[in-house]
């Protein structure tokens, strides 16, 4: 079974903080995926990696940023955490092309107070 | 822009199959349909995909009609632990993984 783990269940931050979020797999699989879950919104794709230091940015970049460091690891970054950055955070990783099944962790609730 | 239309809400009784249509009437020749659920407060678990043809796995069966405009998500006996949000997707690649609102399926004792 494909396993994505996140860091965190919840968090907890003020406005101004770096925040970091970490997201590891256990299946080898090349890409890996960050998006955010809001009610009446669906899942936004924020940023998306095909290989170790690559990066792609998806529909909603802006305020975020990314590090694949190891093919296994891949995290998202809140340079400073503001409150509209509140929401669900998913991590999901695929296989290698580019309609492989995305598999996702469980997802870190992030408040910004 | 939703490429798919899900009824929102649905129930079914415990131990009997629950249907789940979807509808993708612009989808495209080289776009796959789909299926993923979420139970409350977790992340998406994948379900299902099809392209054409109809396909089963252990949790469930995808019907896709002849004309690829509808699918159907068959979960053939249901139970309370199936109660969740589920979503039907097209897809033509890593870009295009746009959840809807999804259908809320509730099973019911």
């Known amino acids: 079974d494909v396993k994505v783990t996140q860091s965190s269940r919840y968090l907890v931050k003020r406005t101004g903080e770096k925040v970091f979020l970490e997201c590891v797999q256990d299946m080898d699989h090349e890409n890996m995926f960050w998006y955010r879950q809001d009610p009446g919104l669906g899942l936004r794709l924020i940023y998306f990696?095909?290989?170790?230091?690559?990066?792609e940015k998806g529909d909603i970049p802006e305020g975020y940023s990314v590090s694949r460091e190891k093919k296994e690891r891949f995290s998202l970054i809140l340079e400073s955490a503001s409150t509209n950055q509140t929401s669900m955070y998913l991590c999901a990783s695929s296989l290698s092309g580019s309609t492989d099944t995305q598999y996702f962790g469980p997802g870190t609730r992030l408040t910004v107070l | 822009d939703a490429k798919t239309t899900q009824p929102p809400s649905m129930d079914c009784a415990e131990g009997r199959a629950a249907n789940l249509p979807c509808n993708h009437s612009?989808?495209?020749?080289?776009?796959?349909v789909y299926w993923y659920r979420q139970i409350h407060s977790q992340g998406p678990q994948y379900i299902i995909h099809?392209?054409?043809n109809n396909e089963t796995n252990e949790m469930a069966s995808l019907i896709i009609t002849e004309d690829r405009k509808s699918s159907t998500l068959i979960l053939p006996h249901a139970t309370l632990r199936d109660t969740a949000v589920y979503y039907c997707i097209v897809r033509r690649n890593n870009n295009d993984m746009r959840f809807g609102a999804g259908t809320r399926l509730t099973v019911k004792p």
């Open positions: 099809g392209l054409k």
């Open positions: 990696s095909y290989d170790v230091k690559m990066k």
């Open positions: 612009t989808i495209s020749g080289n776009e796959y």
